[in-house]
């Protein structure tokens, strides 16, 4: 499954660019690791590093937008076809 970057960042698949630049510049505020000496701050910042590299750059964000959406209509369908079942399993 594809990481969730809106989620990590916090922010939902509408957010704006600008939204998504505010967003990281936060974060990495709370999370640096020269800043914040937690073990797991670091996880996170990189996480959230990863996720403003593909959703901060137009290009990158629209491709991840199609992977997403191609996702979303694989799980749709797989819902599909199980109600389909459930409902012929029935009868």
């Known amino acids: 499954m594809i990481k969730d970057y809106y989620k990590i960042l916090g922010l939902e ?3 704006s ?4 630049h505010k967003r990281y510049k936060d974060l990495v ?3 640096h690791p020269d800043l914040n000496k937690n ?6 910042f990189l ?3 990863e996720a403003f590299r593909v959703l901060g ?6 491709d991840y937008s199609l992977i997403l959406f191609e996702q979303d209509m694989i799980k749709e369908e797989a819902r599909r076809i199980y109600r ?3 409902k012929k399993n029935k009868k």
């Open 13 to 15: 698949r509408t957010a």
């Open 17 to 20: 660019t600008a939204e998504i």
């Open 29 to 31: 505020k709370i999370y």
């Open 39 to 44: 073990p797991q701050a670091l996880e996170r």
């Open 47 to 49: 996480q959230i590093t």
């Open 57 to 62: 750059d137009l290009e990158n964000r629209l």
């Open 84 to 86: 389909m079942r459930k």
